[in-house]
Every structure is written in C-alpha cells, then in structure tokens.
C-alpha cells in the first residue's frame, strides 16, 4: 500500500490517543503510556499519532476488541490474572480486525523508510500486518505491561499465544520496560519453537522529567488543610484489579489495629480514578473498594480515610509533594511511573512502598520497602517500618530513589527506543 503525498517521519499507533475530551474540556490523557509518549514526542518534528478514535470502528467491534480480547484476555494475562479464556473466535476476530485497520492507517501515513511505533498488547498482531503492507518501514512494538511468564501465558490456547507472538515478531525491534519482561517474552518464544534474534529484543526503561511536575500552591495549601498535622499515607492509581488496592486498604486496617497509638494521626488519601467503566469486572472492583473504605470509617473512624475517583493530576501532584508514606501495591506493572513521580516531587523524605513485582522496583529497589503484593501482613508492617524510620535514612533512600527515577528522561527514552531500528 503506497504513502500518501504527505508523509510522516515517525508514525506513533496506540488504543488511547494522547488527549481524552470530556463534555466540559479536553484534557491530558490519563496514565503512564501518555505521560510517557506525550512528553517524549511534543517536540518531535514530522511524527503524527494514530489512536482508535480516529478510525472507524464500530461499537460492538470495539467492544469485542478492547473490552474482551485486549482488557479482558491479554490484560489479565500479563498480570497473572486469567484463570481461563471467557470469549469467543468473534472477539479475536474483532481484535484481528481493529489491528488491521491500526496496519492499514500507519502503512498510509508513513513516508518511505519512515520508523512506526506500536504501542503495547491492544497491538500486538499489527506488527506483522505492517510488515507485509509496507516491508520498507523499521517497526517497532513497545510492550509497555509485563509479559507473562511461561506458565501463566501457558493459560492462552496454543493458537492464541502463537497468533500473539508471530505478529510481534513482524517488527524489527521489540521492547520492554525491564529485563525480567524481555526474558519472560523470550522464554514464552521458546516454548513454542520460535528463536528470535535476542538482539532485536530490549530493555529500555524510561524515567521522569522533574521540570515538568508541578503541585500547585492553591493544592498544597487544601492537602495541608485537610492532613492537620497528620503523617499523609498515599496511593495513586486507577481502579483498576491489577493496582491491588483491596489488599493495600486491608493493610492500612490491619497496620491500624496493630498500631492504635497512630489512630487519629495518620490519613490514608486513596486517589484512585475511576477505568473501564464499561466492564464488569471493574465496576465490581470499584464497589468493592467503596464498600471496604466505609468498613474502615466505621471501624476506626470517618476521617482516617479519604477514597477520591477523581482523575486530577493537580491534586495527585499535591499529595505525592506532601506524602509521608506512598503505596504502590501492584499485583504486576510495566514500570509505575507514580512511584517515579513521587520521588522526584516529593519535599517530606517520604517513604515509598513497592511492590517487587513493579517494572520500577528494578531501578527503585535500593531506596523502597520493597513487599510482595500478596502478602498483606507484610504491607501492615512496611507501614508501620515506614514510621518508625529515621529522617536521616528517609532522607538517603528518597535521594537514591530520586536519582534513579529521573535518570532517562522521556525524549532520551524515545530517541533510545527509536535507535533501536537506526
């Protein structure tokens, strides 16, 4: 299929464009691929972004493909969540059909020998469209989840993970955020036959730009107000079952009883907006978080728990500045840019939890109270380790953190991944 006269440099492809639009305003998309993407390319010249509000799909078709193939398929199964394929050859056609027309779109608007970048597991078969299209262009796909290990993948019929893992192979160079996701990707080939070339294959993790996080001072005054004095205890996520913010809650309760001596002295503000409004498995999720949060205003009091479904990027910015303790809990995570964001905002030494099963635990480790994400008992007590540290060692694990999570900035991420196919 032949460019048009106007063509681009560098085409960029992915499910969610760069700004959402509500009734009231258009606004910055929310989550990392955004804050990533968009941050690395506003400056880039020739590069357009293709996203699936721009093409014609239609509703049941979407559906099919992002509530049931991508969310509820691959989603889940990177994120060892998937106990079973609940779906129909109809979803995986449709998925087949929405990554055709994602092909077909790139293959029109890149110039001759220009580079594409598919974005993350809505895409994963595209690459190999692309390819027999266009064989001039230098393909990318970036994974920007995990990547299931072998015997969760394993979890997906034999046809499935094979349609998966040929039509990633159709790029040039295939990406992960951290080592351990570009071996679980690799290990998964080879326990179907397939040996594709490790040097096509990276690592490429992505940091912060410190100059560009602002809290405002009208947001720092209100947290101020509302925290009085109080240790600030903070998540950041969306309400979505791999944040595992269930368990993260239980924990604070289960630090709480431990430890009645806080009560009264701490506020756990839980910013965690509302995802995938439309699946079921989210709406249960987020009812049962409401329902857990006032479990625990009722057991230890109606001001030890702030729950807020906002998408607000001023307030988040506000309480990572003022936080004494974050929480990041994921179950699985590509790389958590919050924790990331956190650390090079921050201005009280805070102390950050994390998950070892995060992508930035990686980078991170060193500086965090690093858990695993199952073991609520063990989160109780990080919260309370967390207090009981010292603000000289707050202070050398924060600047550790701070370094690490502002070591690539997001063009030198970009220009790192698209090199990979120079």
């Not at 100059?211 to 947290?223: F, I």
């Not at 967390?386 to 502002?406: H, N, V």
Request: neutral net charge.
């Amino acid at each position: 299929m032949a460019s048009p006269g106007w063509a681009a440099r560098l085409v960029v492809a992915s499910n969610r464009g760069p700004v959402v639009a509500p009734a009231e305003c258009a606004r910055q998309g929310g989550g990392g691929l955004i804050a990533i993407v968009g941050a690395a390319l506003a400056e880039y010249e020739g590069a357009i972004w293709v996203s699936a509000d721009q093409l014609p799909i239609e509703a049941a078709v979407y559906e099919s493909y992002y509530g049931r193939a991508a969310t509820g398929i691959l989603w889940f199964a990177h994120h060892h969540l998937l106990n079973e394929v609940p779906w129909g050859g109809a979803d995986w056609l449709a998925y087949e059909h929405v990554n055709r027309m994602f092909a077909q779109t790139c293959a029109q608007a890149a110039g001759l020998g220009a580079t594409v970048l598919l974005l993350d597991y809505h895409l994963a078969v595209a690459p190999a469209m692309l390819r027999r299209l266009r064989p001039d262009l230098r393909t990318i796909h970036f994974t920007m989840c995990p990547w299931a290990d072998p015997a969760h993948f394993a979890v997906l019929p034999e046809w499935l993970r094979r349609k998966l893992i040929e039509g990633m192979l159709g790029a040039r160079s295939l990406c992960f955020f951290v080592p351990r996701w570009r071996s679980a990707f690799l290990e998964c080939c080879a326990a179907l036959g397939y040996s594709p070339d490790p040097a096509a294959v990276h690592a490429i993790p992505v940091g912060v730009d410190a100059s560009a996080l602002v809290a405002p001072e009208p947001e720092l005054s209100d947290v101020e107000t509302m925290v009085r004095g109080r240790k600030l205890f903070l998540r950041v996520d969306r309400l979505d079952p791999t944040k595992n913010i269930l368990r993260g809650i239980e924990a604070y309760a289960r630090f709480l009883e431990s430890n009645p001596s806080w009560r009264g002295r701490i506020l756990h503000y839980v910013l965690a907006y509302e995802s995938r409004t439309g699946l079921a498995a989210y709406r249960s999720h987020s009812e049962r978080i409401r329902a857990l949060v006032a479990e625990v205003k009722e057991r230890f009091g109606p001001d030890c728990i702030v729950l807020d479904t906002r998408n607000n990027l001023d307030r988040a910015m506000a309480l990572m500045a003022l936080a004494d303790v974050l929480v990041v809990n994921p179950v699985r995570d590509g790389m958590n840019l919050v924790v990331k964001e956190a650390a090079a905002v921050n201005r009280r030494d805070c102390t950050i939890i994390l998950s070892r099963d995060a992508g930035a635990a990686d980078e991170l480790g060193a500086g965090a109270l690093v858990i695993d994400p199952l073991d609520v008992e063990a989160l109780a007590e990080a919260m309370a380790q967390a207090l009981r540290m010292e603000p000289p060692e707050r202070r050398r694990r924060l600047d550790l953190m701070r370094r690490a999570a502002t070591a690539v900035h997001p063009r030198q991420w970009l220009d790192l991944v698209l090199a990979t196919v120079a």
